[in-house]
């Protein structure tokens, strides 16, 4: 099963940007769809951005304009670049395969939180 590891959250006041990263290891990553997810308190988790593998992309309308995800392939990564962030994007941040399946496992997320 493909491990995955995000790195990148923080805190960052509002308006601020991050660069999220999320490492695969294992085989398979080209061929496959990948995203990124967020989960707050109480809350589902909610898929923000996708990239499919041929790098069209698709995104959630509360971040569509702020949020751009893409892939490098080459390094079995997905990013996720987030720009003028506002305190509702506080979430932990997962990224798997869109959907998600058998093939990756969930990591630990990365932690944004946006306040001032």
């Known amino acids: 099963q493909v491990q995955l590891v995000e790195s990148g959250g923080g805190l960052v006041q509002p308006g601020g940007s991050l660069r999220l990263s999320c490492a695969a290891s294992?085989?398979?990553?080209?061929?496959?769809?990948m995203g990124w997810y967020r989960r707050v308190p109480q809350k589902q988790r909610e898929l923000v951005a996708s990239?499919?593998?041929?790098?069209?992309?698709s995104y959630a309308d509360s971040v569509k304009g702020r949020f751009t995800i893409s892939r490098d392939n080459a390094k079995n990564t997905v990013y996720l670049q987030m720009n003028s962030l506002k305190p509702e994007d506080t979430a932990v941040y997962y990224c798997?395969?869109?959907?998600?399946?058998?093939?990756?496992?969930w990591g630990q997320g990365t932690q944004v939180t946006v306040s001032s």
């Open positions: 798997n395969r869109v959907p998600a399946t058998t093939w990756s496992s």
């Open positions: 990239i499919s593998s041929g790098h069209s992309t």
């Open positions: 294992g085989t398979g990553f080209s061929i496959n769809a």
